[in-house]
């Protein structure tokens, strides 16, 4: 099956930028998307297809998918910005999740 | 607006069957795209289950593909998960999900399943 990799935590004050990785086997020749969950909700998608922002996502939220790399930026991070975030891809027949990357805003 | 909602026994006994449905409003199934079971137990990540189409092609995480079937049922405009001989590892928040363009973009509430005795 196929593995994509995150760091387990990061935490960032306001106002800071917060850089996101997902690592994957040449994860950049597939679509990378990402999602937020705040605690007791459904995740929410925040990016698709690398670089594209669903429609009520603020501007802040940026990706970018190359190599073996998919990053998700948050510019100006607010405190409503804290929560888990998490990397998918789709694989040939799968679908792949990372293993989430909480995000703590101090 | 696509709205989905789980619906299903919130308490399973070991070795028994889980069962779950997922309601869509707002977006016929049969117009298109994948729909997915995605899963989250307590204080973990994300865990894909599996998708299906409307014509009832379906994708199956292979960790689990010996225990699950997905289901469509177009004319209630629903489709469902069966996972047998559960263990307490399954417990966990159930989600139904629109899968297009490669990514779930609208999730139901989630509902939590709790596997014991």
């Known amino acids: 099956s196929y593995q994509l990799t995150q760091p387990p935590s990061l935490s960032v004050y306001p106002g800071q930028t917060a850089t996101i990785t997902c690592s994957g086997d040449k994860l950049g020749e597939k679509y990378a998307s990402w999602y937020q969950q705040k605690p007791g909700q459904s995740p929410v998608l925040v990016i698709y297809?690398?670089?594209k922002r669903p429609s009520g996502i603020p501007e802040r939220f940026s990706g970018s998918n190359s190599g073996n790399t998919a990053t998700l930026t948050i510019g100006g991070t607010q405190g409503m910005d804290e929560a888990d975030y998490y990397c998918q891809a789709w694989d040939r027949t799968t679908v792949a999740f990372g293993g989430g990357t909480k995000l703590t805003v101090l | 607006q696509v709205r989905l909602q789980e619906s299903g026994p919130g308490l399973v006994k070991p070795s028994e069957t889980l069962s779950l449905t997922c309601s869509v409003s707002?977006?016929?199934?049969?117009?298109?795209?994948?729909w997915g079971w995605i899963r989250q137990p307590p204080g973990k990540g994300l865990e894909w289950i599996g998708s299906i189409s409307h014509s009832g092609a379906a994708y199956y995480n292979a960790s689990l593909k010996s225990r699950l079937t997905i289901s469509v049922d177009t004319s209630r405009n629903e489709f469902s998960l069966m996972l047998t001989s559960v263990t307490a590892a399954d417990t966990a928040v159930y989600f139904c999900a629109r899968f297009g363009e490669f990514v779930f973009d609208f999730w139901g509430q989630g509902t939590t399943v709790t596997v014991s005795s």
């Open positions: 297809q690398d670089t």
């Open positions: 707002g977006y016929s199934i049969t117009s298109g795209f994948y």
